[in-house]
Each structure stands twice: as structure tokens, then as C-alpha cells.
């Protein structure tokens, strides 16, 4: 078996392990709260802004309710203490890898020419940009007898990863990390998500 081959096999072999493994999600996280300790019941339902009232509203509050579990809180649309708003935004944007001289994705040349990009043969190869996406949640809990804001939080994500049903979960995650006492300033909040 030659050089080349075995360095083949060992590369595909690092791209399926990299397929089955996990992703690690890095966020940025800054919350702000005025709940010193957790009151019980902790108790919820989520409240809707006017530009909220859309068909994926009830969607997106589903994969947050897990990281609001988590946090110690639990739904009671009948008799909540909190109400808890919700948001999240995912946008495509450019990679920081881009090449800024290759507009339509990038050009690489033999094994380990420009950028360490595999090329097919022995002419250039054309390898894509790779999709990338700036996300954002925010999380805020409004106590109902006082209709102040007890708590807000925000969690802001560049990356590759696209599947919104597991980034947001995660994402909403990193938000409540700390409830009701989150550490004070902008943290890194990494989470890990399965492949």
C-alpha cells in the first residue's frame, strides 16, 4: 500500500470519527438578574410580543423549554409566577476563513497546496465556502405580580453548524446557565451537541 493511499484511509477515517462525534457550540453569554434565589413555585408561561403572533412562535418555545427546565423553572400555563418571552435569530454571513480572492468559494492546489485544501488530481481543485451563520437568543422572565424584569439574558453564536433544532436548544441552554445568579459580565458558554 503506498504513501498516498494509507494517507487517504487515515483522512477518511478522521472525517467519519469527526460525522459521530459531537460539535462543540461556543457562545457568547451575558445575563442579567435581579433573583437572588429561585422562589418555588417557579412556575411559567411564555408571553408573546405582537410580532411574535407566527406559526414557528410555539416551535421555538418548544426547544427552549428544556434549558428552562434545567434552569429549575416549570410550565404552569394556569398559575404561573413568571412570564418567559423568548427570541432567536439565525442569519447566513460570511465565513472567517473566507478567501477574499476567491469570490464564489476556494481554489486549492495538490495535497498541500494554498490553504491545505485537497485538490482532485493534479490540476486545482474547487472547494466551497462553507455555510456560516451568526445566531442570537435571548431569554427574558418577567416576574407577573410586579411586571418587572427579573431576569434577561443573551447568548450569540458564530459557526458552521445549521441545524436549528439542535443549535437553539443548545443555545438556550448557554443563556440559563447560572439561573437565577449568572455570573456577572460577557462569559464563553461552551455546549456540546451530538453529531
Not at 72 to 82: E, K, T
Not at 98 to 106: E, Q
Not at 134 to 161: C, F, Q, T
Request: aromatic share 12%.
Amino acid at each position: 500500500m503506498g504513501t498516498r493511499t494509507l494517507f487517504l484511509l487515515s483522512l477518511a477515517s478522521l472525517v467519519l470519527v469527526g460525522c459521530t462525534g459531537t460539535f462543540r457550540l461556543d457562545n457568547t453569554v451575558q445575563s442579567f438578574s435581579q433573583i437572588p434565589s429561585l422562589p418555588q413555585p417557579a412556575t411559567y408561561r411564555f408571553e408573546r410580543l405582537p410580532s411574535q403572533q407566527d406559526p414557528t412562535q410555539p416551535s421555538l418555545e418548544a426547544l427552549a423549554d428544556g434549558a428552562l427546565n434545567g434552569a429549575g423553572l416549570h410550565r404552569d400555563d394556569a398559575s404561573p409566577r413568571y412570564s418567559v418571552q423568548i427570541s432567536a435569530r439565525s442569519n447566513p454571513t460570511l465565513s472567517p476563513f473566507a478567501d477574499p480572492w476567491a469570490p464564489y468559494g476556494r481554489v486549492g492546489f495538490g495535497a498541500w497546496g494554498w490553504h491545505h485544501r485537497w485538490g482532485g488530481g493534479v490540476g486545482a481543485g474547487y472547494a466551497p465556502e462553507p455555510a456560516w451563520f451568526h445566531r442570537e437568543v435571548d431569554v427574558i422572565v418577567r416576574d407577573l405580580g410586579s411586571s418587572k424584569v427579573v431576569y434577561e439574558s443573551r447568548a450569540v453564536s458564530d459557526g458552521p453548524y445549521f441545524d436549528s433544532a439542535k443549535v437553539f436548544p443548545a443555545m438556550f441552554v448557554a443563556a440559563m446557565q447560572g439561573f437565577p445568579n449568572p455570573p456577572a459580565g460577557p462569559r464563553l458558554v461552551n455546549i456540546d451537541i451530538p453529531g
